[in-house]
Each structure stands twice: as C-alpha cells, then as structure tokens.
C-alpha cells in the first residue's frame, strides 16, 4: 500500500522560510516522478512544483519561481519542498503526490493527506 505523509507545515512570518518533507512508502521512490500542490481556502488545488525520478528535471509554478526550491532524496524516499520569502498568498495546504511529472494532478496517483501551512503578513 503506498502511503505519503507531508510534515513541516506551520505557522510563520510573511518573509520567512520552511521545509516540507514527505516521506513515501509502499513503492519504489526513485520510479517515479514527484510533485507538490496546494490548495488555498476557496480555491482549487492547484500545482507548485514537480521533479522526476532522478532529480535532474524540475517544474514549478510561476508564482514561486526563485522562492521555492524542490528536491528529493531516493536514498530517504522523501521529497522536499524549501520555501523561501514566504508570502501570505501562500498559505494553503500543501499536498505531495507521487506518479508525475507534469502540472497536471491527473497525472499522479497517489496523495498525502496534506499539511497546512499558513503566513502571516
């Protein structure tokens, strides 16, 4: 049974940084790609960043270009998202999915059940 878990969300000051973490299991990490989404109150879920099996190609979102940095270690089978300059727009829960590459959610099969992460201005 595959099985994600998101951890590092919290609370935190417009400008400032955390580290998402999603530790997988029940598969073969370093065979597929990786991705995080988002989902903001009254949104839709939408996509942030991607990165494929080995780590050599990475997607993200124009709205955290040059914030936000994804990455993951097949040794660990954990996947990483560093967010940096934090803005209250970025408040929302933060999803990893495995199965992907592209931005397309429909694209990945499995889901973590989230972690909230919320920035105050």
């Known amino acids: 049974q595959v099985q994600l878990v998101e951890s590092g969300g919290g609370l935190v000051q417009a400008g400032g940084s955390l580290r998402l973490s999603c530790a997988a299991s029940?598969?073969?990490?370093?065979?597929?790609?990786m991705g995080w989404f988002r989902q903001a109150p009254g949104k839709e879920r939408e996509f942030v960043a991607s990165i494929s099996r080995g780590g050599s190609v990475k997607y993200y979102t124009d709205s955290v270009k040059g914030r936000f940095a994804i990455s993951r270690d097949n040794a660990k089978n954990t996947l990483y998202l560093q967010m940096n300059s934090l803005k209250p727009e970025d408040t929302a829960v933060y999803y990893c999915a495995t199965g992907g590459l592209r931005p397309s959610e429909h694209d990945y099969d499995y889901w973590g059940p989230g972690t909230q992460v919320t920035i105050s201005s």
């Open positions: 029940g598969r073969t990490f370093s065979s597929y790609g």
